[in-house]
């Protein structure tokens, strides 16, 4: 009995241990491990921020500027924005992505063999972080991206520090180009997909990032010297050869989004009152690349829609009404997950010019942006059209007027962008909804989501009552 007993507690005695041995192995999820290759994590950032955004820039960026009207499920382009639907809540895409992001930065500044990877990934640090900001204002940032080693429950960082502070925007840029300009290892940038490892074409994106956000806080702080020190440098985006994006395909999975879902899902966004407006005022080709003609018409009228009706007593003719072009679905294989681009560089720096941050000649920067964002959107330049109505200096508008609608029109799919250059500047001319849920407000922010009310409370309520109780209405601090 006693030579049983001991046996007995032999054998529970190595089972204890043996399972306080595996313990962790056998808690530790396979399909999350801890420990990522930073070219495979990287590809993934890239590839899944892009995609995402893309989606969310078609779906709920468009109806924010209005670039297109939805018909139904439409409660966000009512500007209910607490009401995600189709799309509607990019918190959670740029946070997941950052978090990535975080993990690449941190093995390639404590693993010697990943230090190629420095560079780049301060470069995207900052170009997510400046997206974010600028849609929420105050976010959870300097204790956002430590959740396994810290806090879970991060404060929120105002948005002039996310932008000034040491390690903020324009800081990581700093740091990203002279990670990559000290760089003298052989290791290659593996999982790049925007630009092929080529690290040179990342310090010209980083140029290109810091000319967009210098000229976005331009009314804040005084940029001149930065901005003009890039521009004289010439080293950021000046062909389309160089821009900051990936392909869609036209096959599944790497085909866009919306052509992966049910036609009625697509259906459901059309040409919006303002877009058209607009693309018809300047005689603008590029309509039948971003739209098609009314069914009804035979080939010929292209028409939009007022934003915001109210689908339960609005009676629409799908028929009469001009859907996304066949860019956005048939062939998406000419559509690009757009991250950053010679276009938007030139009218950002045409803007720049206009008011004399810098000292260059605003109509040569503006009238090689349009032609460049007419090449990227695989339409020819008409002869006359930077003579008419697109004009720097047409009668009736002003050059920044010009300069920020020919960006705004170029946005299209990257509507958030659109949105942020409008509540920047006020141009293009936006129309007020038809059946507003915000007061007849075209907001100016987007709200925190309510899983933040849930998860992080405490800091939640601080950041609500910063925004009179997370209101769409309250200004970001460079729109202040």
Not at 72 to 100: C, E, M, V
Not at 283 to 300: A, H, K, L, V, W
Not at 361 to 378: H, I, K
Not at 458 to 465: I, K
């Amino acid at each position: 009995m006693k030579i049983t007993f001991k046996i007995f507690s032999l054998l529970c005695l190595i089972l204890a241990s043996s399972c306080t041995k595996d313990f962790e192995e056998i808690n530790t999820n396979p399909n999350a491990p801890n420990n990522v290759q930073p070219s495979l994590l990287l590809r993934q950032v890239l590839y899944d921020f892009g995609e995402q955004m893309s989606y969310e820039g078609f779906v709920a960026g468009d109806l924010l500027s209005q670039h297109r009207t939805a018909l139904d499920f439409n409660l966000f382009d009512r500007h209910a924005l607490k009401s995600p639907q189709l799309g509607g809540n990019p918190w959670p895409i740029f946070y997941t992505n950052l978090r990535d992001n975080q993990i690449i930065l941190e093995q390639a500044q404590s693993v010697n063999t990943y230090a190629v990877y420095e560079g780049p990934a301060l470069l995207l640090k900052a170009y997510m972080t400046a997206g974010l900001t600028d849609i929420f204002g105050d976010v959870p940032y300097s204790e956002a991206f430590n959740g396994v080693n810290g806090t879970v429950t991060p404060r929120y960082d105002l948005q002039e520090h996310i932008y000034l502070n040491e390690d903020g925007i324009l800081d990581n840029i700093d740091k990203g180009i002279a990670a990559i300009e000290a760089y003298n290892d052989v290791i290659p940038l593996d999982g790049d997909i925007l630009f092929n490892g080529d690290l040179n074409a990342w310090i010209t994106f980083g140029n290109s990032l810091k000319i967009k956000q210098l000229l976005r806080i331009s009314n804040k702080v005084d940029v001149s010297l930065e901005m003009q020190a890039i521009f004289e440098s010439g080293n950021y985006f000046t062909a389309n050869s160089q821009n900051a994006i990936f392909n869609f395909t036209n096959t599944d999975p790497n085909s866009f989004r919306l052509a992966q879902l049910r036609v009625g899902d697509f259906n459901n966004f059309v040409l919006s009152e303002t877009m058209e407006n607009v693309l018809k005022n300047l005689n603008d080709t590029r309509i039948r690349q971003f739209f098609r003609p009314t069914e009804n018409s035979n080939g010929i009228e292209f028409e939009g829609l007022i934003n915001g009706i109210d689908a339960s007593t609005t009676s629409i003719e799908l028929a009469s009404l001009s859907l996304a072009g066949t860019a956005f679905r048939e062939d998406t294989s000419s559509l690009d997950a757009n991250f950053l681009t010679a276009w938007e560089t030139y009218f950002n720096l045409a803007e720049a010019a206009e008011r004399g941050i810098i000292n260059a000649d605003p109509q040569s920067l503006y009238e090689t942006g349009v032609a460049l964002a007419f090449e990227y959107w695989q339409t020819e330049l008409p002869s006359d059209y930077l003579s008419g109505a697109a004009a720097y200096n047409a009668i009736g508008t002003s050059p920044i007027e010009q300069i920020v609608t020919q960006k705004w029109i170029a946005q299209i799919i990257n509507g958030y962008e659109g949105w942020i250059e409008w509540k920047r500047t006020g141009f293009p001319t936006f129309l007020d909804v038809q059946s507003s849920l915000n007061g007849g407000l075209i907001p100016i922010r987007m709200p925190y989501p309510s899983e933040e009310e849930a998860l992080n409370n405490e800091n939640y309520q601080q950041a609500a009552t910063a925004t009179n109780g997370n209101s769409l209405d309250t200004p970001v601090w460079w729109d202040e």
